[in-house]
T-cell receptor, first 113, second 112 residues
Framework: GAGVSQTPSNKVTEKGKYVELRCDPISGHTALYWYRQSLGQGPEFLIYFQGTGAADDSGLPNDRFFAVRPEGSVSTLKIQRTERGDSAVYLCASSLNGREGQFFGPGTRLTVL | KQEVTQIPAALSVPEGENLVLNCSFT??????LQWFRQDPGKGLTSLLLIQSSQREQTSGRLNASLDKSSGRSTLYIAASQPGDSATYLCAADMDSNYQLIWGAGTKLIIKP
């Protein structure tokens, strides 16, 4: 595709439920990033993939958060036992090789009730 | 620890004015600095990327500068238009890792 796509665009869930957020990067981009953004703040880094492997997962807030990129393209961010504090916009970005600028998808707005 | 600050948090100017948005960072060991635009409820649109070896980049009415020694970057917008209204964020890509460290953004309103 022409740009980074993310699905769903909106997700409403109840506290304690499991959610999966999907990111399709720009074709050919080896680097993929997940961020989350709260209202009025800049994005907060979660995890960075180079190919299939997580090169840096230091931003994941706790072990309820996990992300995969099994074939080096599409990535899924998984959140277990969701909490109200997880509510945010989750942004995905891709980069040609990790150092040529990052290009963002439209985000998934997660609301935990 | 790198910190990125954007001042002011909000700015409102009449259409047609030239304006400057500021971004400062505490650690000069950056690989590049990127400016983004974010419209309400939307994702981030990349505007300009300045490599650490560069002093400025230009795209249309936008010009971004980088001074690593002073820890500052500016985004200059010429002849502002109402369509420029958005939040502008800067982000520093550090030498030591591939994370972007973000400012909180400047919310720009251009009045017709």
């Amino acid at each position: 595709g022409a740009g980074v796509s993310q699905t769903p665009s909106n997700k409403v869930t109840e506290k304690g439920k499991y959610v999966e957020l999907r990111c399709d990067p720009i074709s050919g981009h080896t680097a993929l990033y997940w961020y989350r953004q709260s209202l009025g703040q800049g994005p907060e880094f979660l995890i960075y993939f180079q190919g299939t492997g997580a090169a840096d997962d230091s931003g994941l807030p706790n072990d309820r958060f996990f992300a995969v990129r099994p074939e080096g393209s599409v990535s899924t961010l998984k959140i277990q036992r969701t909490e109200r504090g997880d509510s945010a916009v989750y942004l995905c970005a891709s980069s040609l090789n990790g150092r040529e600028g990052q290009f963002f998808g439209p985000g998934t707005r997660l609301t935990v009730l | 620890k790198q910190e990125v600050t954007q001042i002011p948090a909000a700015l409102s100017v009449p259409e047609g004015e030239n304006l400057v948005l500021n971004c400062s960072f505490t650690d000069s060991a950056i690989y590049n600095l990127q400016w983004f635009r974010q419209d309400p409820g939307k994702g981030l649109t990349s505007l300009l990327l300045i490599q650490s070896s560069q002093r400025e980049q230009t795209s249309g009415r936008l010009n971004a500068s980088l001074d690593k020694s002073s820890g500052r970057s500016t985004l200059y917008i010429a002849a502002s238009q109402p369509g420029d209204s958005a939040t502008y964020l800067c982000a520093a890509d550090m030498d030591s890792n591939y994370q972007l460290i973000w400012g909180a953004g400047t919310k720009l309103i251009i009045k017709p």
